[in-house]
Each structure stands twice: as C-alpha cells, then as structure tokens.
C-alpha cells in the first residue's frame, strides 16, 4: 500500500471519526448543538400570520419577536419600552417615559411617533379587539416629545397596564411594515424590537428565529431557534428521541405536545429535564346556558355534571398528579380569587338525587333520562390536537352515563372549538381560563364578550346584574370596592355552575439537561427564550 494511499485512509478515518463523534454529542445533548448554540421546539401548528395587532399568529413567536410598554412580573409591573410612566389623579391619563436607544429590527428608530402609529392602528381596527375592554376605553394616543406619550382614556380603567403588556395587541411593528399606514390589512414585514428576528419560515415545516445582536437588553445567548411543525404525540417523542428537536413545551392553545408518561420517558433517559410552571391557569367545561329548551340551559343539569366529575381522578390516572385538581374557577395565586364559594366535591349520589329533584327521572332499561319527553343528552367538544383531552373527555362521559346523563364526545380543530365558543354552537366544550396574567380581568371581562363567554352567561338568571358588575369593577378606582365587586362576581358564576373546572393547568417544557436559564413570565403565551443559555 502507497504511503499517498495510507495517508488518505487514515483522514478518510479521522473525519469518519470526527463526524461520528459530533452525531453522539448531538443525540447525548438532547439535540442541542453547542456550537451553533441552537433550540429547536416541536409545535403543533405553524406560526401563521405574525402580524402583532390580529390573532392568527403564534403567541410563542410573537412573544420574542415583539414587546410592549411594559411587562407583568410576578413583582407586578415593571418597565419594558416604557422606562417609566405616571398616571394622573383621576386615573385618565398616562405618561410613558420611553426607552433610548431602541431600533426595531430593519433598523427604523423605536419612539413616541412609532408608539402613536402602533396604538392608532391597532384602535382603528377596534371591531377586532372587543375582547380587550382598554380598546373602548382609549380616547387619543398623543406625541409629548421624540420619547414621551401620552395615553389618554375616556375614564379610570384599573387593568390599563396589564393590558398593555399582554403579547398583543398593544406592541409595536416598525412603521415602514404598514401597509397604507395600517395593519388590519396585513403587514409588509414583521420587525419589532423583541430579542429575535424572523429569518425564515417555511409555511407548515418550519420556521427561523436569529438573535438580535442588537438588542437594547442585550444579544441573546442562544443565537438560533427554530419552531419545527410536527404533529403532536407519537411523532414529537420519537423526534426528541432522535434530537431532531430538543424542546418542546405547553402551546398556546394549552395543548401538550406529549403526554405525561412520554415525558418522563425522556427524563429518564438522562437527556432531558422537565420543568413546569406555578399554575397558569384552570382547565375547564364550558356550559352553554343560553341554550333555552335544552337541559344544559338548567342549573340543576349544570350542577349534577359538576359533581358528577372525579378531578381527584382527572389528576391522578390522566396528569399523574402534574396538575392538580380544581374546585373553583381561578387558581388561589390568582388576584381577588380568595373568596368563599360553595363547596362541591365529587358526589355522584348526589348528582343522582338533584336531577330526580329537577324533574329528570330514568325507567328500567333507559340509559339516559327523559323529562316531558326530552332525553338529558348533549355534546362535549374538545381539542383533537391534545393528548389529554380525549381521555378526560371519555372518563367524563362514562361518569355522567351513571347519573342517566347522555354525552356525545366530539373532537375538533382548535379554531373549530373556538368558532362555536364565539357563535353558541355547542352545549359543553373544554377551555381554559386566559391564564395568570389575564386574570381575573381578562377572563371576567369575557364573559360579557360575544367572541368569548357570552353564551355560556347569557342564560343565567342574574345577567345582567353580572354585566352591570363587570362594567363597574374595570373602572372603580377604590379598592374595596373593586375585591366586593370580583367577590360578587365570581360567586354569581359560581353558583350558576356554567364554569365547570377540572385542572390546574401549567406550562410545561421539556429542554435538554444543558439548557440553563429555564424560567417562566406571568402568562402561559410566552418563554423568556431570552434568558436560557447552554452550558
């Protein structure tokens, strides 16, 4: 053999070797790459439009890309574009005090004039921000100076900068992304000032997030992330398994990619950690109490389910004990939702004997009970992308067939699930709280919201007393007054049973053991990707 012939083997080897080495490395890093310091998640959906002032987009990825005035900190709040603000004395007027030195992504200066054009914008498209009570109450966003505006209200609205740092609408796009001088039309690009940058997106595969090396709270440690479409389940397991990705956590839409016993899966094999967050928020059945000649219109029917429902169960054989069960509709770390309440606990004997009461009776060789002729059967929806859904959802309907109520379980799409919410078209669906950041306001101020909880309120006897309640507590500038007027409000709700809660839902991430800096924010949307860093 020729010394050029052994020379080149033996580097044929050594690059053999080399390469080997860094495909073990990779899969022992649970995928990360060190080098390129790169994060690659699983998600069950694409990113979609990230146009900030809508809705289609991915709270996650609008999350890194955009900011706010401010931001809600377990401190409360605290400055974020915003270096500091003042509020007149009756409550009307804010001034922001805005950051230096601030560029959106294409290089355009963030200032009062850019703050202007964003809140402008988004209040033009007002329709589309019902849901967000501060959209009725903005009355002008005026310039002072190059880094001073003023937000002026048409009256004292007490959630003002909570809604303000929510992940949108109120963040701000580099004016030259306008398309006309709006947004509502879509937008020409999506340049906020937010530590990443979109750098490329593949629509249903795959999409690019680079660091901002410029970023004013300076460059992030991980320059790369990519958001990776993969369907949840079996799918993002065994592309964790294989380091094809090496995150994965709680969506926006509350739907875990993996399941608990997958998850624990991958911690034991040494590669992964998993982290979970304090409660965010409280997993639920929604009741449709509009629905008049319909069982589920009656309070009785709505109470039975309620107690007919073993969450000790839920909790244990479905979440192995990650969330815990609820008995009330906000979470205790929740602001004003220390309130006494009756207490239901699982009884279905007592379930039995309350829709006996009611007028709904059973005879030998019937499974479902009838009153005047009516059978007490109705559908539960719930999310088809959810790895927990569909079980809870089929222990559920088996409890209930117990009690002689007939349940018809229907998975949908997320959106599906989300159009029959706004509309009425269902008599049960599973939902969620809008989570620690947003409530109790957010949540509360949607059950008198058409695109929200109208339907399930609307039928109630106390309505519009509820409504008069929920207008009063967003503007009482008095605090005793605003703790009596939650009190009410969620007692009213409460005993009307059309919140029926299940869980204590948290975001959970799945990370390689490596990943350092893992911690959460205030709201179940979004992941300070910011902060995380390799070893």
Request: glycine share 6%.
């Amino acid at each position: 053999m020729t010394r050029r012939l052994i020379a080149f083997l033996s580097a044929f080897m050594a690059l053999v070797v080399l390469l080997s080495g860094c495909t073990i490395d990779r899969a022992e890093n649970g995928g990360a790459d060190a080098g390129t310091k790169e994060l690659v998640y699983a998600t069950a959906k694409d990113i979609n439009d990230m146009n900030p002032h809508l809705y289609a987009g991915s709270m996650p990825a609008q999350g890194i890309v955009y900011e706010s005035l401010v931001e809600n900190t377990d401190q409360g709040i605290k400055p974020l574009l915003a270096e500091s603000w003042d509020i007149s004395k009756d409550g009307k007027v804010y001034t922001f005090h805005l950051r230096s030195n601030v560029r959106f992504h294409d290089g355009e200066p963030f200032n009062a004039e850019a703050v202007k054009r964003n809140i402008d914008a988004v209040q033009r498209n007002a329709s589309k921000h019902s849901w967000i009570k501060l959209s009725s109450k903005i009355a002008s966003c005026d310039v002072v100076d190059h880094q001073t505006v003023r937000l002026v209200l048409t009256e004292a609205y007490d959630p003002a900068l909570l809604e303000l740092s929510m992940t949108r609408p109120y963040v701000f796009l580099s004016p030259k992304s306008f398309i006309n001088g709006e947004t509502k039309d879509g937008v020409a690009g999506y340049h906020g000032t937010g530590p990443y940058k979109l750098a490329e997106h593949k629509v249903d595969r795959h999409a690019v997030f680079e660091a901002n090396e410029s970023y004013w709270g300076g460059a992030p440690s991980i320059k790369k992330i990519t958001a990776k479409v993969l369907p949840a389940g079996e799918t993002t397991f065994l592309a964790l398994s294989k380091g094809e990705v090496n995150f994965v956590f709680t969506d926006d839409r509350g739907t875990d990619s993996l399941d608990v016993e997958a998850m624990n899966k991958l911690a034991q094999s040494g590669k992964y950690q998993i982290v979970r967050s304090a409660a965010m928020n409280t997993k639920m059945i929604v009741a449709n109490s509009s629905k008049r000649n319909h069982p589920v219109h009656e309070t009785a029917v709505r109470e039975a389910i309620w107690l007919a429902i073993d969450r000790e169960a839920i909790s244990k054989q479905i979440f192995h004990g990650t969330e815990a069960a609820a008995h009330e509709l906000f979470s205790s770390n929740v602001n004003y939702a220390d309130v006494a309440l009756k207490q239901r606990s699982y009884n279905p004997e007592l379930a039995a004997k309350m829709l006996g009461e009611a007028g709904w009776t059973i005879s030998s060789g019937q499974t479902a009970r009838t009153k005047n002729g009516t059978p007490l059967t109705m559908k539960l929806y719930y999310d088809a992308q959810s790895s927990s859904q569909k079980t809870e959802a089929e222990l559920i309907q088996a409890s209930l067939k117990k009690i002689g109520i007939g349940l018809e379980i229907i998975g949908e799409e997320s959106t599906s699930i989300a159009s029959r919410r706004s509309t009425g078209g269902y008599d049960l669906l599973f939902n969620q709280t809008w989570g620690l950041a947003y409530d109790p306001q957010s949540t509360i101020a949607a059950f008198a919201t058409k695109s929200s909880y109208y339907y399930t309120t609307a039928g109630i006897a106390k309505a519009e007393e509820l409504y008069k309640k929920i207008d009063q507590v967003m503007t009482t500038m008095d605090e005793k007054t605003r703790k009596s007027l939650y009190a009410d409000i969620l007692s009213i709700v409460h005993d009307e049973a059309v919140f029926i809660p299940l869980t204590n839902g948290s975001v959970t991430v799945v990370a390689p053991k490596t990943l350092r800096g893992l911690s959460f924010k205030q709201t179940q949307f979004e992941l300070p990707f910011e902060r995380m860093r390799f070893e």
